[in-house]
């Protein structure tokens, strides 16, 4: 079953900073966070992933508490493609073994204009 | 942006019949995955392979499943014979190796529709 729990689902206003939270409280020292969205029927799209530093690539931002317990997506300017259902995984980066991607249930984000 | 391909989009078979979902991973990526997902629900993970052996399944990849990686490029996923059951979208995913790879590229799916 998945490691995370997210709420099922939030709006937000075209323009707006939609910040989606993740807990992930029994995260271990070598599980990294990762973020994937699916929209519509589409096959599931890599968003971005960390470990304990907050990254931002050009999709999004990534807060990581510093006891990595939980950890929040930031799309800075959300716009109407950027409905979705979003995933918070986590997944261990072993040298040679695929640590599989299990995802939950995710968060159905609505932006509206 | 290199993409996974995955082809048909759409297939409709008849209960019973066997069917191949094919797809093509990223050239030089080494995990190749199937997932898949009934209408409504999770996406859910079937398979993974590297090295041209299964490296690990899940209770859903039963005996009626198998994967092959016949020539290098093509991935592909054979029901021995469709259940009601199977109709799902199925989903191949592939990812490269190191640091900078650890992402899955997912493929735009097969829709399955068994009658």
């Known amino acids: 079953d998945a490691k995370t729990t997210q709420p099922p689902s939030m709006d937000c206003a075209e323009g707006r900073a939609a910040n989606l939270p993740c807990n992930h409280s029994t995260i271990s020292g070598n599980e990294y966070v990762y973020w994937y969205r699916q929209i519509h029927s589409q096959g599931p799209q890599y968003i971005i992933h960390?470990?304990?530093n907050n990254e931002t690539n050009e999709m999004a931002s990534l807060i990581i508490t510093e006891d990595r317990k939980s950890s929040t997506l930031i799309l800075p300017h959300a716009t109407l493609r950027d409905t979705a259902v979003y995933y918070c995984i986590v997944r261990g980066n072993y040298g040679g073994s695929q640590g599989n991607l299990i995802f939950g249930k995710g968060t159905k984000l609505s932006v509206k204009p | 942006e290199p993409e996974v391909t995955q082809t048909p989009s759409h297939q409709v078979t008849q209960m019973g019949q066997e069917v191949i979902l094919r797809c093509v991973p990223i050239s030089n990526h080494l995990y190749f995955y199937w997932y898949r997902q009934i209408l409504g629900q999770k996406v859910e993970f079937l398979v993974s392979f590297y090295n041209n052996e299964i490296s690990e399944k899940s209770e859903i990849f039963d005996d009626q499943f198998s994967v092959e990686r016949p020539d290098g490029s093509n991935f592909t996923l054979k029901i021995r014979s469709t259940k009601l059951e199977d109709s799902a979208m199925y989903f191949c995913?592939?990812?490269?190796?190191?640091?900078?790879?650890?992402?899955?590229?997912f493929g735009s799916g097969t829709r399955l529709t068994v009658v």
């Open positions: 960390g470990l304990k």
């Open positions: 995913a592939s990812r490269g190796q190191g640091a900078i790879n650890y992402g899955y590229t």
